[in-house]
């Protein structure tokens, strides 16, 4: 067995009873009328969890989720890069009264929320009374049992959001201890301004940040690994920050994502669009709604058929409204960098029914090809990654784990054979090497075959009102986390002074002062007003000319690790 901590393989007996784990030991001897599954020479893991999952519609309409669970998921996550549903409760309570394979848990979709508050005026930053709407739902979210607040910055009605709203919103989550998870802005040349605006969106809210499928898609950012990295990991020593990934070196998205730029008639964009993923050959079109006769095709393919310009061709597509592409625009060596990361875990952005292989392949692809073939990372890390970092970043206290009395949800896989077989023209081919499965102690895969069983559960976030006076359960100071210790009680209209917002200070306080009574609920209130962070940005704002901490020139603040946590008073060092 492989326990989902990072340690080595070791041999034992895992005893299910119910739906937990209740021995792990060598040597375990079957009592009367239990039932045995033999696994020597296989591996038992934790069930995989999922951070990054599109099934939220799909789980109605295939609860057996037969791709899912083929490839070791037991648990996954929805309501990610701003979408998925909206209100949380209804989609969670619907859940529960129809159970699906596997345990589901749910982010609130900051463009969701948006689009409630803004509808089809969404082309520009929010006001202030719009803010303090969506502050409203994003906090009704989380008490319904959300995990945290999820955006897609490279997606409308994201792209329109300001840095300062996202803040606004972020706050709200972090209040009820969430954690911000994010597509960010730009994954292409601008990858690096989009990770600082996550770091500063997570410093300026007191959020973790989660990085969602972690990647550099341009030419122009391949090789900067390094550079990428390093903007997470100093950010990782004031804050908590993580990111997920998939193990493919090209991406399923829609022709927008193309280009940041939102002028579509501008030709000179998607001539450059083209260069930037190596090329038309490198776009594969899997679904065009006004003419399904471009499906399968490359765009080069498509061009050559017609006698056009592939910029000209994807400039009609783009008008005709848009279509579905795969675009192989990653660097292998990056996308292996990646995965070797501490910060760094697996997740699919796959779902039950995708064009992508990822949706089928993606655990079985990092043991058979990533760990076994490649040795990029060993296979207790790449099961680590799988399962209990994930479980950590979403607070999951009984999952994620082997170990006597966490929630039974296992995998049996062959290290030897296991390997995906999804492929970009056959993306729901069932892997080889995933024996068994089971979610909550009932077995959903048997023998490679999905039993058809349904056992899964909705899992919500345990209600913490961080930063509350009292908490009912508030545990010892010295085992609280950062995230435990964030709330910020000062004005909001500080906040401009602190990090600075070039030009746009005066409506940026009004916009954050005019967000605040949305959730100014007198319970939250009291606490932390001498809190040690609140102190540190009290010290820091004066030294810092205002506009140092925004996106393209963060002054390098350097917190000691247990200031970071807000647990001592150490001297702050910036430069
Ligand atoms: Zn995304």
Same mark, same amino acid.
């Given at each position: 067995?492989?326990?989902?901590?990072?340690?080595?393989?070791?041999?034992?007996?895992?005893?299910?009873?119910?739906?937990?784990?209740?021995?792990?030991?060598?040597?375990?001897?079957?009592?009367?009328?239990?039932?045995? %599954?033999?696994?020597?020479?296989?591996?038992?893991?934790?069930?995989?969890?999922?951070?990054?999952?599109?099934?939220?519609?799909?789980?109605?309409?295939?609860?057996?989720?037969?791709?899912?669970?083929?490839?070791?998921?037991?648990?996954?996550?929805?309501?990610?890069?701003?979408?998925?549903?909206?209100?949380?409760?209804?989609?969670?309570?619907?859940?529960?009264?129809?159970?699906? &394979?596997?345990?589901?848990?749910?982010? /609130?979709?900051?463009?969701?929320?948006?689009?409630?508050?803004?509808?089809?005026?969404?082309?520009?930053?929010?006001?202030?009374?719009?803010?303090?709407?969506?502050?409203?739902?994003?906090?009704?979210?989380?008490?319904?049992?959300?995990?945290?607040?999820?955006?897609?910055?490279?997606?409308?009605?994201?792209?329109?959001?300001?840095?300062?709203?996202?803040?606004?919103?972020?706050?709200?989550?972090?209040?009820?201890?969430?954690?911000?998870?994010?597509?960010?802005?730009?994954?292409?040349?601008?990858?690096?301004?989009?990770?600082?605006?996550?770091?500063?969106?997570?410093?300026?809210?007191?959020?973790?940040?989660?990085?969602?499928?972690?990647?550099?898609?341009?030419?122009?950012?391949?090789?900067? &690994?390094?550079?990428?990295?390093?903007?997470?990991?100093?950010?990782? =020593?004031?804050?908590?920050?993580?990111?997920?990934?998939?193990?493919?070196?090209?991406?399923?998205?829609?022709?927008?994502?193309?280009?940041?730029?939102?002028?579509?008639?501008?030709?000179?964009?998607?001539?450059?669009?083209?260069?930037?993923?190596?090329?038309?050959?490198?776009?594969?079109?899997?679904?065009?709604?006004?003419?399904?006769?471009?499906?399968?095709?490359?765009?080069?393919?498509?061009?050559?058929?017609?006698?056009?310009?592939?910029?000209?061709?994807?400039?009609?597509? /783009?008008?005709?409204?848009?279509?579905?592409?795969?675009?192989?625009?990653?660097?292998?060596?990056?996308?292996?960098?990646?995965?070797?990361?501490?910060?760094?875990?697996?997740?699919?952005?796959?779902?039950?029914?995708?064009?992508?292989?990822?949706?089928?392949?993606?655990?079985?692809?990092?043991?058979?090809?990533?760990?076994?073939?490649?040795?990029?990372?060993?296979?207790?890390?790449?099961?680590?990654?799988?399962?209990?970092?994930?479980?950590?970043?979403?607070?999951?206290?009984?999952?994620?784990? *082997? =170990?006597?009395?966490?929630?039974?949800? %296992?995998?049996?896989?062959?290290?030897? &054979?296991?390997?995906?077989?999804?492929?970009?023209?056959?993306?729901?081919?069932?892997?080889?090497?995933?024996?068994?499965?089971?979610?909550?102690?009932? #077995? /959903?895969?048997?023998?490679?075959?999905?039993?058809?069983?349904?056992?899964?559960?909705?899992?919500?976030?345990?209600?913490?009102?961080?930063?509350?006076?009292?908490?009912?359960?508030?545990?010892?100071?010295?085992?609280?986390?950062?995230?435990?210790?964030?709330?910020?009680?000062?004005?909001?209209?500080?906040?401009?002074?602190?990090?600075?917002?070039?030009?746009?200070?005066?409506?940026?306080?009004?916009?954050?002062?005019?967000?605040?009574?949305?959730?100014?609920?007198? %319970?939250?209130?009291?606490?932390?007003?001498?809190?040690?962070?609140?102190?540190?940005?009290?010290?820091?704002?004066?030294? *810092?000319?205002?506009?140092?901490?925004?996106? #393209?020139?963060?002054?390098?603040?350097?917190?000691?690790?247990?200031?970071? *946590?807000?647990?001592?008073?150490?001297?702050?060092?910036?430069?």
């Amino acid at each position: 067995m492989i326990d989902g901590t990072g340690a080595r393989a070791r041999l034992a007996d895992v005893r299910l009873e119910g739906d937990r784990i209740v021995s792990l030991a060598p040597g375990l001897r079957p009592a009367a009328g239990e039932t045995v %599954v033999e696994a020597r020479g296989r591996i038992v893991a934790p069930g995989f969890i999922d951070l990054h999952n599109h099934s939220d519609r799909q789980l109605f309409e295939m609860p057996d989720a037969a791709t899912q669970t083929g490839q070791g998921i037991t648990t996954l996550v929805v309501g990610v890069d701003g979408g998925g549903p909206l209100p949380i409760g209804e989609f969670l309570a619907r859940l529960d009264a129809a159970p699906v &394979t596997v345990n589901v848990a749910t982010m /609130v979709g900051h463009g969701k929320v948006r689009t409630k508050v803004m509808g089809e005026d969404f082309k520009r930053p929010a006001r202030p009374a719009e803010i303090a709407a969506m502050r409203a739902l994003v906090a009704q979210g989380m008490e319904e049992g959300a995990f945290g607040l999820s955006s897609g910055l490279e997606y409308d009605p994201g792209y329109y959001s300001t840095t300062d709203e996202l803040v606004a919103l972020a706050e709200v989550a972090a209040r009820r201890g969430g954690f911000y998870a994010t597509h960010i802005r730009n994954e292409a040349d601008e990858t690096l301004r989009a990770l600082a605006e996550a770091m500063e969106i997570g410093w300026r809210a007191r959020i973790p940040v989660h990085i969602s499928h972690l990647k550099l898609g341009t030419v122009g950012v391949w090789g900067k &690994t390094a550079e990428a990295l390093r903007i997470l990991h100093d950010a990782a =020593r004031e804050n908590d920050v993580t990111a997920d990934w998939y193990p493919y070196n090209f991406w399923a998205s829609t022709t927008y994502v193309l280009t940041p730029s939102r002028d579509f008639e501008d030709r000179q964009t998607w001539v450059r669009a083209l260069r930037d993923v190596g090329g038309p050959q490198n776009v594969l079109i899997t679904d065009f709604p006004k003419d399904h006769s471009y499906d399968d095709k490359t765009l080069a393919a498509v061009a050559a058929s017609k006698g056009q310009d592939p910029a000209d061709v994807l400039m009609d597509i /783009v008008r005709r409204g848009n279509a579905d592409i795969l675009g192989t625009s990653m660097s292998e060596a990056d996308v292996a960098a990646f995965l070797r990361d501490p910060l760094v875990m697996v997740a699919s952005d796959g779902g039950i029914q995708i064009a992508h292989p990822r949706g089928a392949g993606t655990y079985p692809r990092v043991l058979g090809r990533y760990a076994r073939e490649r040795r990029e990372v060993t296979l207790a890390t790449a099961i680590k990654k799988m399962t209990g970092m994930p479980a950590r970043r979403l607070g999951l206290a009984d999952r994620g784990l *082997l =170990r006597e009395g966490m929630k039974a949800d %296992v995998v049996v896989f062959d290290p030897r &054979t296991v390997v995906d077989r999804s492929t970009a023209t056959d993306p729901q081919a069932r892997p080889a090497g995933i024996e068994h499965v089971f979610v909550n102690g009932v #077995a /959903v895969v048997e023998a490679g075959r999905p039993t058809g069983a349904r056992p899964g559960r909705v899992l919500r976030s345990l209600p913490r009102n961080v930063g509350h006076g009292q908490p009912l359960d508030r545990p010892p100071a010295h085992e609280m986390r950062g995230e435990d210790l964030v709330e910020v009680a000062r004005p909001h209209a500080r906040v401009p002074d602190v990090v600075g917002v070039d030009g746009q200070r005066d409506p940026a306080a009004a916009m954050l002062q005019a967000a605040r009574p949305a959730d100014d609920d007198p %319970v939250s209130q009291p606490a932390l007003l001498d809190h040690p962070l609140q102190r540190v940005e009290d010290l820091l704002g004066p030294l *810092l000319p205002a506009g140092s901490l925004g996106v #393209a020139g963060r002054a390098h603040v350097e917190a000691h690790e247990d200031m970071a *946590l807000g647990l001592g008073h150490r001297p702050i060092l910036s430069e």
